[in-house]
């Protein structure tokens, strides 16, 4: 299960963060969040290690932690879209398709003439849409 | 071949070096056994690895050891074969022969004997024994090689080498070395063939029922053996790794349901670097091993070659991602497991592998990288044992210790429970501890946050701990009562705990010994701790561990060491979020404490982190922390900051009771006794803009009001004692910054309020805002932030340029106001007129100005009379004020024309409202005075008039703009004149000495003038010839003149008699007088003179007398000198040509004794000539010397210069010192020369047809 997905703008600043668990606990969620940008940052600003993965917008698991997975994609804006899933088997081809819409969302919402380029996202389309996404995640693997 | 298992351990134990034999034949081992060790071990040794590529290893350490020994002898040959890696590698044949016969005889079939087995590898080592002072024998036993080196050395291989005991050779141990390696390198070769070819064997049979993973376990760890004795550690790894994942693979794939492991004491604690752990005889598990404790073992083993290779990093990284697989496998099989032995062995495991890798890191080894990498890893590890520490803690009842941060919310909510088959229970004498646990957790009181923060705290635990041990326990099924608390998995563990408490307490009273009951019921929180607590003592074998858990303070203990290894390994991986966040978790440790210190640095460090990246919610989380370490420390400003920043973070983050009790804090603060006025940066929270739309304009030198918008975050309305403002102009910053001040206080309200700043004259040029400082009592604050459109964005960390919209524009100085004369004509003097001022308001606003008048000298303002003021609307006379014009139209169509008057005090006129952007003119009534009579001029004489006879200044002085502050100056020049300029002429004369003198009255204003009367007071040797008095016809009257034009009035006079000499005296010339009237219009010029109103006769005329004096002169009766004009040249004159002008003066009479004025003979001349029309080159006046006897004559020449083209007037001679009755001239009347315009000059014309 999708637990948080995140848009972190190019400064660190988090854009948009929005949680699907039922408790009220966001902010633990901030934290996955804001934290993974440690790998986020060792990855962009380490080419040689990422090697191949320089031209790619998908970051990949970002760290393997027990419980819960963190992927990461990175824009060409240097905006990064953070994901993190309670699924311990996710298929990597899954979260990409699952990134390539969202960041269709993404670009969506910021050409909305009336967003402020660095702003936080407030959109409710975008909300929407992004819990279309969510919700679909993973169904076209299992169908 | 399994049941070679514990041989092979003990196998494994005992050999650790390759071995080489060492047949010796002729008995010569205990000599050269000395030197030959010590050459061990051998250094740059070369072999091949498992793909036949040489590998040089820089040590090999290996052992001798005789053919005899118990340890060769004593094999089976099919244990041979099977750890044939401790067979010797290489055999060396020792023998001396100092005979040719015994050589041949003996010595050569032996051995023939000992070489004859192919699969050693061997060679033959001479040994000579001859001194070398004994020739013969050396030179036997070099016979003796020789013919060993035939017999058993090869083209293809030499296997022979020659040991002088006395005096070795120099490269003999080189030889020897080298010939070693080259057997022990045929011989791993073979070796590793023919394990491979064994492995290839068994691996085919992978998936037959007959597969034994022992048997292929040993033989690949032969290999890998094998590989390590011969220091290949690369190759060993990589032996290790196939069997590891060969393992895992018999693991999943077979459906055989075999025994984990793990169920032994001891278990618990991670062996995954110690492979003598276990004796793998003990794990054997049918045809495999257990998987608990083999894969701990494959582990060790790699780890082993890891740490030889002085790779730490990599048992690191290894370890981190085994201990996470292996934590899996401890999940799958929890159930069969001692409760909690996945946490506990993820502790050990995570602990053991820090120390490991610690210890084998040499600082500065490595490429930075994978130093930070290193680090990062160790992080980890600290991090995951603190997370399964935590949740140990937690199930023993700690949970109330550990924060409910971010941090340990997210690792311990998304951490499952513990999923033991069933859950524990109570212990049956526990019932005291039960009764503990529960006062620990009654008296736990949840930790309220400053300013009375309410938040809910975030969850530690996955699901509520008491649903889910008690589903989990044997008796209780799903569905049972607790499926009640499945709604509620939002709620804290502690207030459910509770509520649950309150249920069940009576049940407790009645049965507090009963504890068989609670089988049957369900676990109360306080016995789930219990229970989980004895499970633990069962399960944890590690003494450490158990203590750390023992009691509260052992767990913060070991709490804060893993938290601080943690934060410390992730600081230095760089990994910066993790380690602030972790800081901030040891800060809270510190502040429960009281090292309040500590805890702000550390809480600081978390704020800036969250702060800089823009993270509100979780800023949000850690302030409140921050500002209670401070104001327990009393760090006034930090606190005062910390409330600051709370309030400007987004307002959906707190209640607004909340932050309204952070504002009264700080005007608190603000008023309380400070020491000194602490600064404070309030940029978050207040910001301000200019107005929306254009900046404010002002012309220089004038103040003004600058209105500025100032958004407040605070939640309440706040008192400003005092706030001022910078303006910093664009163009030059050296100019500095101007402050704007407002010392009244101002009330901010939340939200957007508009402050009006007074604002002094600037210089030219454009501002914009700089800072707003202002004062809270003590508390000085200053904000830098610029809020563009709408109120301060909570993100607004990066927008932090300076606005480039100018606030405020001062213009150049310019012109602001004109002054003019209303009028360009003259005006009567010596008569009461109206002067026009014109006042022309430029772009700017007369609004109450006042203007100030002095007058010059001979000018004198009436100040009985009122000053009338108008405006007037079409002045303007450019295109540039077209749009003025249009303007003034516009209020001249509204309003009409406005008229007022006015009056004058102590010099000074306020102007009307009307008049402060219109154009106006300002009547001021005035009197020109002069004393002296207008005097005529004959027709032969030019006028002689200076323009500043009639002029007059009037000194303005404008104060305008709001406040006064603007001032204009201006001095204007008014002309005035008399109405009429006379001139005379004597029209005709007769014999008798009558003659008609013409008075021509040229009108010098611009208004019609009317003559009603005229008369001519004669001056003495003139008398009137009729009887009219001196007055001409009175039919002609009256006579109208129109402006500019002449008039001519005829006078009948004659030379009379002199009356008496008193009246000669008096009347020296003739007084023209003239009764007129004048109807002009003030806005043109001359106008009817303002009589006083008092006085004033309606419907009579208003009659005005002008008096000119008249010289007539009388003819020459008796002249003394004569002046003569000598002609021009004949060929005329030219403009621009010098012309030679001459008189002649000639006396005519002797020279009179009496007369005075003339000594010495000399006479006076002057030149007079209308400078407009002649050059005069030359002295005009000076004395020439005539003599005094009549017929003496002179010339006076005067070089002339003609300018203009026309008939002018000549330059004329005069000789002021005589009479003019004296004097005869010839001409004698005023005469006319030719001036013909100058030659045309052609040097400058082209031709049109060329």
């Known amino acids: ?114 967003h402020v380029p660095g702003k936080k996202i407030t959109s409710k389309t975008f909300v929407e849409r992004v819990s279309t996404i969510v919700k679909s995640f993973g169904l076209s693997s299992a169908g | 071949m399994a049941n070679f298992l514990a041989q092979f351990q003990t196998i494994k134990t ?57 340890r060769l002898r004593s094999r089976f040959p099919q244990e041979q074969l099977l ?36 699969e050693k590898e061997w060679f033959i080592v001479f040994v000579s024994k001859a001194h070398p002072a004994n020739d013969q024998a050396n030179k036997m036993a070099k016979k003796v090689y020789s013919k060993l080196e035939v017999e058993f050395s090869s083209k293809k291989r030499e296997r022979c080498c020659k040991y002088d005991i006395h005096f070795p050779e ?38 037959m029922p007959v597969w034994n993973f022992c048997n292929f376990f040993i033989l690949k760890e032969s290999l890998a053996f094998m590989f390590e004795m011969a220091h290949l550690h690369e190759d060993a790894l990589r032996e290790y790794d196939e069997l590891e994942l060969c393992y895992l693979e018999t693991v999943n794939m077979t459906g055989k349901q075999r025994h984990f492991g793990g169920a032994d004491h001891g278990d618990d604690q991670a062996a995954l670097l110690n492979p003598g752990n276990k004796a793998l005889t003990q794990i054997v598990q049918e045809d495999s091993f257990r998987e608990f404790e083999f894969r701990q073992y494959l582990f060790a083993c790699t780890s082993k070659l890891l740490f030889k290779l002085n790779r730490p990093f990599e048992v690191a990284s290894r370890g981190y991602s085994f201990i996470i697989s292996f934590s899996k496998s401890l999940a799958s099989y929890e159930r069969i497991l001692p409760f909690c032995m996945r946490e506990v062995w993820v502790i050990t495991a ?97 930790r309220t946050k400053h300013f009375g923060i309410q938040r809910k705290p975030l969850p530690l635990e996955p699901t509520v701990l008491l649903r889910e041990a008690n589903r989990r326990r044997a008796s209780l099924s799903a569905g049972n009562v607790f499926e009640m608390f499945e709604g509620r998995q939002g709620t804290i563990e502690g207030s459910q705990a509770q509520k649950l408490h309150a249920t069940s307490m009576p049940r407790t009273n009645s049965s507090p010994g009963n504890v068989d009951s609670s089988i049957d019921r369900p676990m109360r929180l306080a016995e789930i701790y219990v229970a989980s607590e004895h499970a633990l003592k069962q399960s944890i074998s590690n003494p450490e561990l158990l203590k750390s858990l023992s009691s509260s303070e052992e767990f913060e203990q070991k709490y804060l060491e893993l938290t601080k290894g943690a934060a410390d390994n992730y600081h230095r991986s760089w990994w910066k979020r993790h380690g602030v966040v972790l800081d901030g978790e040891i800060a809270a440790v510190a502040f429960k404490h009281g090292h309040f210190d500590q805890a702000a640095k550390s809480y600081e460090k978390v704020c800036a982190l969250y702060a800089g990246e823009g993270w509100q919610d979780l800023l949000a989380e850690v302030l409140p922390n921050l500002a209670e370490c401070q104001k327990i420390l009393n760090d006034q400003a930090g606190y005062l900051l910390s409330c600051v920043r709370l309030l400007s973070l987004d307002e959906g983050l707190f209640l607004t009771k909340e932050r309204q009790a952070v504002q009264s804090e700080v005007v608190r603060l603000a008023h309380s006794e400070m020491k000194d006025p602490v600064p404070l940066d309030v940029s978050s929270l207040i910001t301000f803009s200019g107005n929306p739309g254009p900046p404010l304009e002002l012309c220089d030198r004038d103040p003004g009001t600058l209105s500025v918008t100032v958004w407040s975050g605070f939640p309440d309305d706040i008192t400003l004692d005092s706030i001022s403002l910078t303006l910093t102009p664009t163009h030059n910053a050296d100019e500095g910054v101007k402050a704007l001040k407002s010392s009244t206080a101002t009330v901010l309200h939340p939200g957007r309020n508009t402050i009006t700043l007074d604002l002094p004259p600037q210089k030219p040029g454009s501002y914009v805002l700089g800072v707003l400082t202002g004062q809270i009592g003590q508390l000085r604050f200053r904000s830098h932030s610029f809020s563009k459109v709408g109120p301060a964005d909570s993100d607004d960390f990066m927008s932090y340029e300076k606005p480039a919209k100018p606030i405020l524009k001062v213009a150049k100085p310019r012109a602001l106001v004109d002054l003019e004369a209303a ?107 002069s004393d002296t009579l207008s005097r005529g001029s004959s027709s032969v004489t030019t006028r002689r008039e200076s323009i500043v006879d009639g002029m007059r200044t009037i000194a303005l002085k404008l104060e305008f703009g709001v406040f006064h502050n603007q001032i204009f100056e201006r001095t204007l020049a008014v002309h005035f004149t008399y109405p009429f300029y006379v001139r005379t002429r004597v029209t005709d004369k007769s014999n008798d000495g009558t003659f008609l003198l013409q008075v021509i009255l040229h009108s010098e204003v611009k208004a019609k003038l009317t003559i009603y009367d005229a008369w001519l007071d004669l001056q003495d040797g003139f008398v009137h010839t009729g009887q009219t008095e001196g007055r001409p016809d009175s039919s002609d009257f009256p006579l109208n003149i129109s402006p500019t034009s002449k008039a001519g009035i005829l006078f009948s006079i004659c ?74 040249p004949s060929d005329g004159l030219r403009v621009g040509q010098l012309v030679k002008m001459q008189w002649r003066v000639e006396r ?41 006897k009549q017929g003496a004559r002179i010339i006076i020449s005067i070089l002339c210069m003609p300018l203009v083209a026309g008939y002018v007037r000549p330059p004329i001679l005069g000789l002021p010192d005589v009479d003019e009755a004296n004097i005869s001239c010839k001409p004698a009347g005023p005469h006319l020369v030719c001036v013909l315009p100058p030659a045309l000059s052609s040097s400058f014309c082209i031709p049109v047809n060329s």
Not at chain 1, 13 to 37: G, M, R, W, Y
Not at chain 1, 41 to 51: A, W
Not at chain 2, 183 to 196: G, S
Request: aromatic content about 8%; charged content about 25%; some cysteine.
């Open chain 2, 14 to 70: 005992t050999a650790d070096r390759i071995v080489i034999s060492v047949e010796d034949v002729s008995d010569l081992w205990p000599t050269v056994k000395n030197a030959f060790e010590a050459r061990l071990p051998f250094k740059r040794a070369s072999l091949n690895n498992k793909t036949r590529n040489p590998v040089s290893v820089e040590q090999l350490p290996a052992e001798f050891i005789l053919t005899t020994d118990s």
């Open chain 2, 823 to 929: 009028v360009s004509s003259a005006l009567l003097i010596n008569e009461h007129q109206w002067v026009g001022i014109l006042i022309r308001p430029i772009n700017y606003s007369l609004k109450a100005a006042v203007l100030h008048i002095d007058t010059g000298p001979g000018l004198e303002i009436e100040d009985s009379h009122v000053i009338e003021m108008e405006s007037c609307a079409s002045v303007s006379q450019n295109d540039d004020e077209q749009v003025q014009r249009d303007v003034a139209q516009i209020g001249s169509l509204n309003s009409g024309k406005s008229f007022e008057r006015l009056t004058l005090h102590d010099g000074r006129i306020e102007f009307p409202n009307w008049a402060s952007d219109t154009p106006s003119i300002l009547w001021v009534l005035i009197r020109a005075v």
């Open chain 2, 83 to 118: 750890f044939w890696f401790r067979e010797p590698y290489a055999t060396v044949v020792l023998v001396t022969c100092e005979d040719l016969d015994e050589f041949k005889t003996i010595l050569k079939p032996r051995l023939k004997l000992i070489v004859q087995n192919d």
């Open chain 2, 350 to 446: 995570c602990l053991a592998l820090i120390e490991a890798t610690i210890s084998h890191y040499n600082e500065g080894h490595v490429v930075p990288d994978i130093e930070k990498e290193f680090f990062r890893l160790l992080g980890d590890l600290y991090s995951l044992a603190r997370v399964k520490f935590m949740r140990l803690a937690y199930l023993v009842g700690y949970g109330t210790d550990i924060e409910r941060s971010p941090v340990n919310s997210a690792s311990l909510s998304l951490l499952p429970w513990p999923k033991p088959a069933i859950w524990p229970s109570v212990p049956a004498d526990a019932s005291a501890e039960v009764l503990e646990k529960e006062k620990l957790i009654l008296q736990t009181t949840p």
């Open chain 2, 1148 to 1188: 005519l009479k002797d020279w009179d004794k009496t007369e005075v004025s003339e000594p010495n003979g000399e006479v006076l001349y002057e030149v007079n000539a209308n400078s407009g029309n002649w050059m005069i080159a030359g002295r005009k006046r000076g004395h020439v010397s005539l003599s005094t």
């Open chain 2, 170 to 207: 120099a490269n003999f141990w080189d030889d020897l070395e080298s010939k070693i390696m080259e057997c022990v390198r045929n011989t791993l070769d073979r070796r590793v063939q023919f394990y491979e070819d064994e492995i290839r064997k068994l691996s085919e049979q992978r998936l």
């Open chain 2, 1055 to 1128: 030379l009379g008699k002199t009356n008496t000499e008193e009246e000669s005296r008096k009347q020296a010339e003739s007084v023209l007088n003239i009764k007129y009237g004048i109807s002009g219009d003030r806005t043109i010029g001359a106008h009817p003179p303002v009589i006083d109103e008092s006085t004033r006769v309606d419907g009579a005329r208003q009659e005005l007398i002008f008096r000119s004096a008249i010289i007539l002169q009388r003819p020459v009766l008796d002249p003394c000198l004569a002046v003569g004009f000598l002609p021009l």
């Open chain 1, 1 to 114: 299960m999708i637990i948080c997905v995140a848009v972190v703008g190019h400064q660190n600043n988090p854009l948009f963060i929005q949680s699907f668990t039922e408790a009220d606990d966001a902010l633990k969620l901030h934290h996955i969040v804001h934290c993974s940008l440690d790998v986020v940052d060792e990855r962009v600003n380490n080419p040689k290690k990422s090697g191949p993965l320089l031209n790619e917008t998908f970051l990949g698991l970002l760290y393997p932690i027990e419980n819960y997975k963190v992927y990461g994609y990175l824009t060409n804006t240097k905006v990064k879209f953070i994901l993190v899933t309670t699924d311990l088997d996710v298929r990597d081809a899954d979260v990409r398709n699952f990134f390539r819409r969202f960041h269709a969302a993404y670009v969506d919402a910021v050409s909305n003439p009336f």
